[in-house]
């Protein structure tokens, strides 16, 4: 059993290798003569797995540790017999950590407090349905938008995309499809962006094509006040340097790259692997990275609920960081940020999630809402 998978698979081979011989290669530079004589491959969102990738090979088996499947031709691999698993919902607590981070920084550079404010969630699926929780916990009035769901289930409280896109905070939760009455697809095109009121909190967190990049730019040159929070960029590697410039906070697809998301991914896809075999698990997922512990963090309860719970997420998430380093590609030649925007992914730092974190001395109205959006609180 020969198998292929991508570097960045974190515990790849020590999970892998419980099912044959491998072998891994960064995931831009898998090749159809590299998977010529394999039978199992795994990846990541950065490798298209298609007819050209895999005809004429012996692969019988192909898994993406992403939430998104876009890269992937499903269509072709079930026309080839060819099993196929995602991870989806792997991610999904990261991605909502990453928003709850953004939001709190933006409210804090903006002054204007959460509470109240309305916030449209575009896609209500694993990372929309984890916003919407946290959203209400900081006191947000969530807006949900979400075809699929809308004609599905009864009683979900769907908002049409343009009605919904008059909220105060737009976040972007949607597969990328290009076809069919729900494509996403430039969703958030010339028209969708102008509609949007001055002052309009914008994050996209799905993939970059879901919005006209040319189209935000333009907006964003003339001077339009808009406050984009963007991770995820159309043409990747290769983000547009202009309107990285102008972002508020700015990431390289970053937000779902907790340490946890990226080990639930391998352990979703392993186990479908071992199911396709027929054997059983036998390998067990770390809790933790090597050497490292559940952090315990002291608040200052005499601080405001609002520092109190900027201070909490900050010290287990410093987006800020991110987008620091994510702003060293405007010093680099055009040349070079393909692959410094893949270095960022490659060489990004172990990130944990607020569940992994104890937390002593927040006031008792911070600690509620600490506590509703996953940390641990102790006396």
């Not at 072998?23 to 990541?44: E, K, N, Q, W, Y």
């Not at 407090?113 to 006191?139: C, D, F, Q």
């Not at 390998?283 to 309860?301: A, E, H, R, V």
């Not at 702003?327 to 055009?334: A, E, F, I, T, V």
Request: with cysteine; proline share 6%; charged share 20%.
């Amino acid at each position: 059993m020969n198998i292929l998978y991508d570097e960045n698979i974190p515990c790849g081979h020590e999970a892998f290798s419980t099912l044959g011989d491998v072998t891994s290669c960064p995931g831009r530079a898998i090749t159809s003569a590299m998977v010529r004589d394999v039978d199992m491959l795994f990846v990541r969102s950065v490798t298209p797995v298609n007819a050209a990738l895999l005809d004429g090979s012996r692969v019988r088996f192909v898994a993406t540790a992403t939430s998104g499947s876009d890269h992937i031709d499903k269509a072709y691999l079930q026309r080839a017999g060819i099993t196929f698993c995602d991870a989806i919902g792997s991610n999904a607590e990261s991605v909502a950590e990453y928003i709850t981070a953004a939001l709190l920084i933006l409210s804090q550079r903006t002054g204007v407090p959460l509470a109240g404010r309305s916030i449209a969630i575009i896609g209500v699926g694993h990372v929309g349905r984890l916003v919407e929780a946290k959203a209400r916990t900081l006191g947000l009035r969530p807006v949900l938008t979400d075809p699929p769901r809308a004609r599905t289930e009864a009683h979900f409280p769907h908002v049409p995309l343009d009605d919904a896109l008059r909220a105060d905070i737009v976040t972007l939760h949607t597969p990328l499809t290009y076809e069919g009455e729900d494509a996403t697809f430039h969703l958030l095109n010339e028209q969708r962006l102008a509609a949007l009121k001055p002052g309009t909190w914008l994050l996209q967190a799905s993939r970059g094509e879901v919005v006209d990049t040319r189209a935000l730019l333009a907006l964003l040159a003339e001077g339009r006040s808009l406050h984009c929070v963007l991770d995820v960029w159309e043409n990747e590697p290769h983000a547009d340097p202009a309107l990285l410039a102008r972002a508020a906070i700015a990431t390289p697809h970053i937000a779902g790259y907790s340490w946890p998301s990226k080990i639930n991914a391998t352990q979703i896809i392993y186990e479908a692997a071992c199911a396709f075999l027929r054997i059983p698990p036998s390998w067990t997922p770390p809790q933790l990275p090597q050497g490292m512990s559940f952090p315990l963090l002291t608040l200052d309860s005499h601080q405001s609920t609002a520092a109190q719970l900027a201070a909490a997420v900050s010290s287990v998430y410093d987006l800020l960081a991110d987008d620091t380093r994510m702003r060293q590609l405007l010093l680099k030649s055009p040349a070079e940020h393909g692959a410094y925007f893949d270095y960022l992914r490659k060489t990004y730092p172990v990130r944990l999630e607020f569940q992994h974190t104890r937390v002593h001395g927040a006031a008792p109205e911070a600690a509620a809402i600490l506590r509703a959006l996953g940390f641990t609180v102790v006396e």
